[in-house]
């Protein structure tokens, strides 16, 4: 009867050793994915903030030159000619680079989706198993 005893202790031990490795494997490759996305959400953030400079600068440039533009219109006809070419420039760079970074953030995926996902996937495994 002491053995019976001891052997359902070795198996009950080995058992919850093995479910404590399962649960550290779970836990540690849960958080490798946070940090996948959190890098993912750092690079989104970086690229978002660049082409908002970049918007920035470009429609700043082009209203420098439209008012250049509109001092110029009085002058030589050569001179409107660059200008006004420069300034559509200027402006259609910042328009487009403006309306690109309002399409990143309208089609930026949700924080955390991979973790959630296989968060949702243990779950749905741990059931079925009960």
Known sequence: MTEKISGRSTGLLNSL??????LAAIVQTRLELLSTD???????????????LAALFCLGVGVVLATILLVAVF????????????????????IAAGLFAIHKVKTKPKIFSASL?????????????L
Do not use: C, N, P
């Not at 050793?17 to 399962?22: K, L, V």
């Not at 959190?38 to 908002?52: A, G, I, N, P, W």
């Not at 996902?117 to 198993?129: A, M, T």
């Open 75 to 94: 002058w030589d006809t050569q001179r409107i000619l660059v200008l006004g070419l420069l300034a559509g420039l200027f402006l259609t760079g910042g």
């Open 17 to 22: 050793s093995t479910f404590a490795a399962t």
């Open 38 to 52: 959190m890098e993912e959400d750092r690079v989104h953030y970086l690229s978002l903030l660049m082409l908002v």
């Open 117 to 129: 996902l296989e968060l949702f996937k243990d779950r749905q495994q741990l059931v079925s198993r």
